[in-house]
């Protein structure tokens, strides 16, 4: 197994499967599914995932909304994500904890990094939700954040496309995919892999991130193995 530790980032947006908006049930069970095959080889695995399915605070404050009102928003959406993703993990049979940056006891334990590591060396799946517990940062740089945090040995950000392409491969038919690589690369061609604090954090910290389509069935099996799935950004 080529990562013993990683930090898995998903869309809010990928829990919404066909639907307009909210939480596929269904959805949920298969990356729980494919969670579970890394979890039984014993790979450490630590989650972030976004709120966009639910709440998107940029969107809100486009709309009159004030900025921070409605990024907290959108944390609480991303602990209403960690729930569900947290209740479906556990229904396959994985031990978790869900963990977040802002104090609700009553569901979550606050973030603390020591506890979080010690529950990632016992075998427990760690979500990490409400971002960073401040306004103006995204999910991407909570995501690169905590795996900086834990050590992890890369970011897996899953998505709905198969690694980062020349242009948006949705819009245009003509763009071709890297497989890999560096974050000069990344910065100097202008690609949009996450936003510029969450890439520049991974950079300074050396921290490889590979995009991949979590959407494809084993892909995250390949992943961790160490075969060329995806894009991998590196040194």
């Avoid at 898995?8 to 307009?20: F, I, P, T, V, Y």
Wanted: hydrophobic share 40%.
């Amino acid at each position: 197994m080529k990562y013993k530790r990683i930090l898995l980032k998903l869309s809010g947006e990928a829990l919404m499967g066909d639907r307009q908006y909210g939480i596929d049930p269904k959805r949920l069970a298969e990356y729980a599914q494919e969670i579970k095959l890394i979890h039984d080889m014993g790979v450490q695995i630590a989650i972030v995932i976004g709120g966009g399915n639910i709440f998107r605070g940029v969107a809100g404050a486009s709309n009159g909304m004030d900025r921070v009102q409605g990024d907290y928003m959108g944390m609480l959406a991303t602990v209403i994500n960690g729930m569900a993703l947290q209740g479906a993990l556990e229904d396959a049979g994985m031990p978790t904890r869900l963990q977040t940056a802002l104090k609700i006891e009553a569901i979550a334990e606050p973030y603390i990094k020591r506890r979080a590591v010690r529950h990632l060396e016992k075998g427990r799946i760690v979500i990490f939700g409400a971002g960073t517990g401040n306004p103006y940062f995204t999910t991407d740089t909570a995501a690169v954040l905590r795996g900086v945090e834990v050590n992890a040995d890369v970011i897996l950000k899953g998505t709905r496309v198969d690694g980062i392409y020349t242009a948006d491969p949705e819009k245009d038919a003509s763009a071709t995919k890297y497989d890999t690589l560096t974050f000069e690369d990344v910065l100097r061609k202008g690609l949009n892999v996450m936003d510029t604090t969450a890439f520049t954090l991974s950079q300074e910290n050396e921290l490889p991130i590979i995009v991949f389509d979590m959407n494809k069935e084993g892909n995250l099996v390949k992943v961790c193995e160490g075969e060329l799935v995806g894009t991998t950004v590196n040194v």
